[in-house]
């Protein structure tokens, strides 16, 4: 079944990890969304509610506690290259070249394609991501948003039905950051890919996304709020900075996370009053 309004599902995804007591404990419980083929979307919430367990499940990377994510009709079973992922830190093989690192996942994707077809798809997405001359050389000769290029080149080479961005952009500066975003924005637009990106910079939440789902604190974090983007593609910078309804849009963002920090500490002082009122009861 082929249904391109739901073509990533994701149902009552639940994960549980153990902590040091032994008990499971749900990190994310219940957590639901439907995304249409072709969406990006991104995804913030506080540090440690749950995102990146999210989009390890998602990958195939995390064992899923219970629920399931369907892509495309289908329920995954694993990792793939039908969905690639990013993450914070490049992680290149550091005896390759960026040549080399993206024809890794090229070969194991396309093993019938000739050389020669194989060495244009390396090319092709290495020059995409702004690196034409730098293919021969080693992660080591690279600057980190040079590294996060060639990873970005090596996922999309995969062809993804997914991609799965994780704080792609969160350790570069601004400047970087900035044209990076472009870079991904602009291979987007060309090839449609439905894209997840975590982020804990709202601005790029909003300038990289068709929606923005907002997560719960966890335990038990679960999709809050999903707002809807008004701007058009291709994206400019400039038109969204300018659009009448940015400052608004970030505003609900900010509060949605005030909001969630709020609830955090109005816990956290409940449970520190129950506390003292059984160290009372004991005195
Ligand atoms: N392998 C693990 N074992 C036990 N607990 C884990 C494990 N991995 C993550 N957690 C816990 O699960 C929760 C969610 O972690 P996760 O990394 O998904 O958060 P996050 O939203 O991506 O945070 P950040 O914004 O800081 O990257 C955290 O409380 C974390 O401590
Ligand atoms: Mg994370």
Request: aromatic letters at 6%; one cysteine or more; a negative charge.
């Amino acid at each position: 079944m082929h249904n391109d309004d739901r073509y990533l599902e994701i149902v009552n995804l639940v994960k549980a990890y153990p902590n040091p007591y032994g008990d499971d404990i749900k990190v994310v419980d219940g957590f639901n969304l439907m995304i249409a083929k072709g969406e990006v979307f991104s995804v913030i919430g506080h540090s440690g509610c749950g995102k990146s367990t999210v989009l390890t499940m998602t990958a195939g990377l995390n064992d899923i506690t219970a629920g399931n994510v369907v892509v495309d009709g289908k329920e995954i079973v694993g990792s793939g290259p039908d969905r690639a992922v990013v993450f914070q830190a490049p992680c290149l093989l550091p005896w390759m070249t960026a040549y080399g690192n993206v024809m890794l996942g090229v070969n194991r994707v396309y093993p019938h394609a000739t050389k020669a077809e194989r060495d244009d798809l390396v090319c092709y997405y290495l020059s995409r991501v702004g690196l034409s001359d730098a293919m021969r050389k080693y992660p080591r000769e690279l600057s980190g948003g040079m590294q996060q290029r060639v990873g970005i080149a090596r996922a999309l080479a995969l062809h993804p039905k997914l991609l799965l961005l994780d704080e792609p952009f969160g350790r570069l500066d601004s400047l970087t950051r900035m044209e990076l975003q472009d870079v991904v924005l602009e291979l987007l637009d060309r090839e449609k890919i439905t894209t997840m990106v975590i982020t804990h910079d709202v601005d790029e939440a909003i300038y990289m996304a068709d929606k923005v789902v907002m997560m719960t604190n966890g335990p038990g974090a679960k999709v809050g709020q999903v707002l809807e983007l008004p701007f058009g593609r291709p994206r400019v910078r400039a038109e969204v900075l300018e659009h009448p309804e940015y400052y608004n849009l970030r505003g609900q963002l900010i509060g949605f996370l005030e909001e969630q920090e709020h609830e955090k500490e109005a816990a956290k002082n409940e449970a520190d009053e129950s506390a003292n009122d059984r160290k009372d009861a004991a005195a």
